[in-house]
């Protein structure tokens, strides 16, 4: 059974960073896609970043140049790291997975459906 576990969450102030980790246990196919997701209470589900095994990238437009997602395929972990926070990423952050390889959405895309989701992580940013 498959496992997405996130951990790195945190509270920090206007301008800091944090990294996000999300470790993947179970998966038998290497090639999948692993997205970030978040949600701020009273809002929808907000894609933020995708990628695949062989690493391509997708980010969402409020967190380009701010935001890296990367991977270390060995550990089966993806990573986010984010820098210039804003109050703006105050929200759980949530990471999924899928290993279909006939969906067309790109991986991080919001409107693509996600065979496993993480319990999340809580980000906080004060200003």
């Known amino acids: 059974q498959v496992q997405l576990v996130e951990s790195g969450g945190g509270s920090v102030q206007t301008g800091g960073s944090l990294r996000l980790s999300c470790a993947a246990s179970g998966y038998r196919n290497s090639n999948k896609c692993m997205a970030w997701f978040r949600q701020a209470p009273g809002k929808e589900r907000e894609g933020v970043a995708g990628?695949?095994?062989?690493?391509?990238?997708y980010y969402a437009d409020s967190v380009k140049g701010r935001f890296t997602i990367s991977q270390d395929n060995a550990k089966n972990t993806v990573y986010l790291q984010m820098n210039s926070l804003k109050p703006e990423d105050t929200a759980m952050y949530y990471c999924?997975?899928?290993?279909?390889?006939?969906?067309?959405?790109?991986?991080?895309?919001?409107?693509?459906?996600?065979?496993?989701w993480g319990q999340g992580t809580q980000v906080t940013v004060s200003s």
């Open positions: 999924a997975s899928d290993s279909r390889p006939w969906i067309r959405v790109p991986c991080g895309d919001p409107r693509r459906s996600y065979e496993y």
């Open positions: 990628i695949y095994s062989g690493g391509g990238t």
